[in-house]
């Protein structure tokens, strides 16, 4: 398995996995809508604003991890959210997912990111250092529906993520039924 971060040249390709992967977790209409949200970060989200990890088989992608910037206007951290994350089923439970996590947390910690941000299971994402996140500590973009979804972790400092002021997303994640 590599590890790329070139998204340019492989937009489809990559979108795909989120459809066939969100699709068997949480029906079609979920996989649809999940891959038309990475298909419209992939094409309008500013390349600085904007990290994709893929991981590849023989050439082949089979999982991504999106990161966009998360910006908190009264505070002088850089803030990126990871948000959506797939492997292709077939490739699911094979460490494909934590591979991308590890990835993608030292790419982010190589460009100066300071704090990550998620919205999910801390079941996974506890393995790659997130812990629970209280809206107090870092606000949310938009009202969350599932509040103890939402997770963060420092990069360049071991003590808990404390945020100041409201935050804001890229276009394509100002949608409240993605929250
Ligand atoms: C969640 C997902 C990205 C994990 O990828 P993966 O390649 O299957 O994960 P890994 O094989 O690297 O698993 C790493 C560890 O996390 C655990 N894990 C994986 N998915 C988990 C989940 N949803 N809840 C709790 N633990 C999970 C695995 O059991 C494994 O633990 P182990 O090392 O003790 O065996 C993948 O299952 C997926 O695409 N799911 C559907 C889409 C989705 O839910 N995306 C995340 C929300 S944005």
């Known amino acids: 398995m590599d590890i790329t971060t070139n998204h340019v040249d492989r937009k489809a390709e990559i979108a795909a996995p989120f459809a066939t992967s969100f699709g068997k977790s949480e029906g079609e209409d979920e996989g649809a809508v999940i891959k038309q949200l990475v298909s419209g970060m992939l094409g309008s989200v500013d390349a600085a604003d904007l990290l994709v990890v893929s991981a590849l088989d023989g050439g082949e992608v089979i999982?991504?991890?999106?990161?966009?910037?998360?910006?908190?206007?009264?505070?002088?951290?850089?803030?990126?959210?990871?948000?959506?994350?797939?492997?292709?089923?077939?490739?699911?439970?094979?460490?494909?997912?934590?591979?991308?996590?590890?990835?993608?947390?030292?790419?982010l910690r190589g460009r100066g990111v300071d704090v990550v941000l998620t919205y999910g299971d801390i079941g996974f994402y506890g393995r790659g250092g997130f812990v629970p996140v209280t809206q107090d500590a870092a606000a949310a973009p938009l009202p969350l529906s599932y509040p103890e979804g939402w997770l963060g972790r420092n990069l360049v400092r071991s003590d808990p993520v404390s945020?100041?002021?409201?935050?804001?997303?890229?276009?394509?994640?100002?949608?409240?039924?993605?929250?």
């Open 163 to 179: 945020l100041t002021g409201p935050s804001r997303c890229v276009a394509p994640l100002e949608k409240p039924e993605l929250w």
């Open 63 to 107: 999982g991504s991890v999106v990161f966009t910037r998360l910006r908190y206007p009264r505070d002088a951290r850089v803030v990126f959210l990871l948000s959506p994350m797939a492997v292709a089923p077939g490739w699911q439970g094979q460490g494909v997912g934590l591979a991308l996590l590890q990835g993608g947390l030292a790419q």
